[in-house]
């Protein structure tokens, strides 16, 4: 359900900024996917999808029902992407008992191959479960391989309860409620990451009318 969390090549003190992701994202989101080889998609998704699979997959995500995070490097690659799906409680019996909400959380992620080792992977859950508390979502589930051992780590990280059956393996997080300071850092994580986001952005473009000017392709 997720491939080893990691970060920007730059080094290892480089900021990692969660941004939530809309519309706009989703060409390059989808480019993140494809880019994922066997072995991640497999930890991803639970498969091995094909190319057509995954731009089905991509195409089809609903940013008005789901939530979904992406940290960007300097180039404006998406070197990490979370997937935040809701679904009502009913519909997740290992946790209906678990929660008196009328939605669940499930969490998925995924991490470019060349951004590891730098933690993009527990900032995003923790993005997530922030954002998950300020909605009135008390539950947090992640179901991935037995074998996807970044994601347990993980898991155990944040305190998730583990069940593991036939290979795979379930886990949840009771989340505390929201209150002004949840609330506030949200906000302001998010603010951060948009004008990160914008800083790249135009000195992605100022390089490239430099170039142009140089006549450098």
């Known amino acids: ?32 996917f494809l880019a994922l080889v066997d072995s991640d998609r497999l930890l991803r998704f639970g498969t091995v999808l094909p190319d057509e699979l ?60 060349s951004a590891r080792s730098m933690g993009i992977g527990t900032k995003l859950f923790e993005r997530a479960a922030i954002h998950c508390r300020n909605g009135d979502v008390d539950t947090l589930y992640m179901h991935c391989l037995a074998s996807n051992h970044t994601m347990i780590r993980i898991a155990r990280k944040a305190g998730m309860q583990i069940h593991r059956s036939h290979g795979e393996a379930d886990a949840y997080l009771k989340l505390v409620p929201a209150n002004p300071s949840s609330v506030m850092q949200e906000a302001v994580e998010e603010q951060v990451a948009q004008f990160d986001y914008t800083l790249k952005a135009n000195t992605r473009a100022a390089v490239k009318w430099l170039n142009s000017l140089r006549g450098v392709k």
């Open 54 to 113: 995954v731009t089905r997959y991509v195409q089809k995500l609903d940013f008005a029902r789901d939530t979904l995070f992406g940290v960007y490097n300097s180039k404006l690659e998406l070197i990490g992407v979370g997937h935040l799906a809701f679904a009502p409680r009913d519909a997740m019996p290992l946790f209906a008992e678990a929660t008196t909400k009328e939605l669940v959380a499930e969490f998925g992620l995924s991490v470019s191959a």
């Open 1 to 32: 359900m997720g491939s080893p969390p990691s970060g920007e090549p730059a080094g290892p003190h480089t900021a990692v900024r969660v941004k939530e992701l809309s519309e706009r994202d989703r060409r390059r989101m989808l480019m993140h």
